[in-house]
C-alpha cells in the first residue's frame, strides 16, 4: 500500500503543511470529536473552523437543500447574499452596513486592504510583525513566517505586537502608549517614503501573536496616531469573531474600537468556503470606483445559506453565552495545570493561551511542542503559537461542555506530568 505521505508529497509537491508528526488521518467529524482512519476519537480542542461544532446537522441541511435548487453567482439577482449581508451587519453598527462576499480569509483581507487605499488614495500597510492575515500575493505581505522573495515592499512597515510577558515599550501600563508610538513611527515612515498611510490591520485579540489579555481601549493611542495620517483601521475577525469571545460578538468590541472595515472568513460558514469584507457605504464606494471587482463563488446561494445557518445555530442554541460560561470554567481548570514551564495563562471565552519558558526564562518551543504531541497521543488536539511558537493554543469548536474542558485538562496536566523540563 502506497504510504500517504509519500502520495500527498508526489500529488501535492513539497512541504505541504501539515499538523503533528505523524500527521492524523481524519475521516470523519461530529459536534467537538474528530476521528482518523483507525477509528481512534480525538477531543478537537483546536479547530476554530468548525464554528459551531463539526458537521452540524442544521448547517449541513441548509447547505444540501440550497445545493438542490440553485447554486450560481451573484451577477444574477438573489434575495439569499442580500438577506444574509442585512442580517450579519445587523450585528456590527458603527455604520458597517455593506458587504462583498467572497470564499476565504485571505480575498477578505485582500479586499480590505484595496478599500482602504482606494478610500485614502494611500498605498501604505501597517502590520504586527507576529502576524498572519492570509496568503495572497498582497496579504501574505503583511505577514512574518515567511518574509516575501525579495524582502518585505517599501510601503509596508510592521510593529512590535502587543505582548503578555514582554510589552511594547517595557511594561504592561505603557504598553498601550507605546503601541501607539510605533503606530506614529510607522506612519511618519510611510510618509516620509511617499506612501502615505492607507490602514492600520490587526486581529484585535492578537491570536497568532499569543492571545495577549488587553484592556478596553488600549487601540486608542494607536488610532489617534493613525486618524492624524489619515489612515484606516481594518479589525480581522477571521479568528475572535461570531461570539466565541463570550462576552462579546466580535472582537472590536472587546477592545472598544470602531473598525472601518471589517474582514470575516473560516467559523463563518462552518467549514464551507465563505467569507466577507463589511465596510460604510462611503468606503465601499470608493473600493466600487477604483476597482471592477468581481467574484464568482462569493456569495453563491448555497454559501450564504451555510452562513445563515450557522447565525442560526449560535443563536439557537446559546453558543455566545456557552462560550462564556464555558469559556470561564476551562480557564479556571488551565489555571490548576502545575508544571515549572508554565510562565502565564491566559483567555477569554473560548481562546486560551499557555505560555511555556525555560529555566532562564527564554521561550520553550521544544516544550510546546512535545506537549502537543503528546495531548494528540492521547487524543486531545490543540496547538502552538507565539514568536518562537512556545504558547499553546486551545480555541474547540462552541459547543464545548464542561466535561470537555475536564478531558483537555485533565490530559494537559498528564502531558505535562509526561514531558518535565
Not at 160 to 173: F, I, N, S
Not at 221 to 244: K, N, W
Request: some cysteine; charged content about 20%; hydrophobic content about 45%.
Amino acid at each position: 500500500m502506497t504510504d500517504p505521505l509519500e502520495r500527498r508529497a508526489r500529488l501535492m509537491g513539497p512541504n505541504v503543511p501539515t499538523f503533528y508528526d505523524p500527521p492524523l488521518h481524519i475521516v470523519r467529524g461530529e459536534g467537538v470529536w474528530l476521528w482518523d482512519a483507525r477509528g481512534r476519537r480525538y477531543l478537537d480542542g483546536y479547530n476554530n473552523v468548525p464554528h459551531v461544532g463539526h458537521c452540524h446537522p442544521h448547517v449541513v441541511a441548509a447547505i444540501a437543500r440550497q445545493a438542490g435548487v440553485l447554486n450560481t453567482h451573484t451577477r444574477y439577482m438573489h434575495d439569499g447574499v442580500l438577506d444574509y449581508i442585512e442580517r450579519l451587519t445587523g450585528r456590527m453598527g458603527h455604520g458597517l452596513d455593506q458587504a462583498i462576499m467572497v470564499c476565504t480569509g485571505s480575498e477578505a483581507v485582500d479586499v480590505a486592504l484595496r478599500m482602504a487605499q482606494a478610500a485614502t488614495g494611500a498605498r501604505g500597510l501597517i502590520a504586527t510583525d507576529n502576524t498572519y492575515h492570509g496568503n495572497t500575493t498582497a496579504v501574505a505581505q503583511l505577514s512574518t513566517r515567511r518574509p516575501p522573495v525579495g524582502g518585505y515592499p517599501d510601503h509596508v512597515r510592521l510593529i512590535p505586537a502587543p505582548d503578555a510577558r514582554q510589552p511594547v515599550g517595557g511594561t504592561a501600563d505603557g504598553q498601550a502608549a507605546a503601541f501607539g508610538a510605533e503606530v506614529a513611527r510607522a506612519a511618519a515612515e510611510l510618509e516620509a517614503a511617499g506612501h502615505g498611510v492607507a490602514a492600520l490591520i490587526i486581529c484585535p485579540i492578537f491570536a497568532n501573536e499569543g492571545l495577549p489579555c488587553l484592556p478596553h481601549g488600549f487601540l486608542d493611542p494607536a488610532l489617534t496616531a493613525l486618524r492624524a495620517a489619515g489612515g484606516l483601521v481594518i479589525s480581522d475577525e477571521i479568528q475572535p469573531g461570531f461570539g466565541r469571545l463570550g462576552d462579546v460578538f466580535w472582537g472590536h468590541e472587546a477592545l472598544g474600537f470602531a473598525p472601518d472595515i471589517v474582514t470575516l472568513g473560516k467559523s463563518m460558514g462552518n467549514g464551507h468556503p465563505v467569507a466577507a469584507t463589511v465596510t460604510r457605504p462611503e468606503i465601499m464606494g470608493a473600493f466600487r470606483e477604483a476597482f471592477g471587482y468581481f467574484n464568482t463563488f462569493g456569495g453563491n446561494p448555497v454559501s450564504v445559506a451555510a452562513a445563515d445557518a450557522v447565525l442560526d445555530v449560535i443563536e439557537t442554541e446559546g453558543l455566545m453565552e456557552n462560550a462564556a460560561r464555558v469559556g470561564a470554567y476551562t480557564l479556571q481548570r488551565l489555571n490548576a495545570l502545575r508544571h515549572p514551564a508554565i510562565a502565564d495563562i491566559r483567555g477569554r471565552g473560548l481562546a486560551f493561551a499557555i505560555e511555556l519558558v525555560g529555566e532562564t526564562g527564554a521561550p520553550d518551543p521544544a516544550l510546546a511542542n512535545a506537549i502537543t504531541e503528546e495531548a494528540k497521543r492521547r487524543c486531545v488536539l490543540i496547538n502552538r503559537i507565539g514568536r518562537q511558537m512556545h504558547i499553546l493554543k486551545i480555541r474547540p469548536p462552541l459547543p464545548f461542555a464542561p466535561e470537555h474542558a475536564d478531558r483537555l485538562a485533565d490530559v494537559l496536566q498528564s502531558s505535562f506530568d509526561t514531558c518535565p523540563r
